[in-house]
């Protein structure tokens, strides 16, 4: 079974960047598509971003569309979410995950905090 384990995360302030990193473990990374989520306090878990096995296809949320950026090295185990142009209201805690997500597979998610 692939754990998963986010890094990055921090506060930054408004219409600053962070880059978030996704370690997996196991072998079979590279054969998954993988997604990145949020949860903000008080709201249910969102699909922020996803990429395929390959990154042949990303797709985003209309909310990050044209700010963040997704992207995995699989000789690297690695997924990636570069986010820039941060909003107050991209404060959540940002988890990995296989997409479709397994319910088995979140780990402890890293906290990304947008504030003055």
């Known amino acids: 079974q692939v754990q998963f384990v986010e890094s990055g995360g921090g506060l930054v302030q408004p219409g600053g960047s962070l880059r978030l990193s996704c370690a997996a473990s196991g072998s079979v990374f590279r054969l998954y598509a993988m997604g990145w989520y949020r949860q903000a306090p008080g709201k249910q878990r969102e699909l922020v971003a996803t990429?395929?096995?390959?990154?042949?296809?990303?797709n985003y949320g209309d909310s990050v569309k044209g700010r963040f950026t997704i992207s995995r090295d699989n000789a690297k185990n690695t997924m990636y979410l570069e986010m820039n142009s941060l909003k107050p209201e991209d404060t959540a805690v940002y988890y990995c995950n296989r997409d479709p997500a397994r319910f088995d597979a979140w780990g402890q998610g890293t906290q990304v905090t947008v504030s003055s």
């Open positions: 990429i395929s096995a390959l990154s042949r296809n990303t």
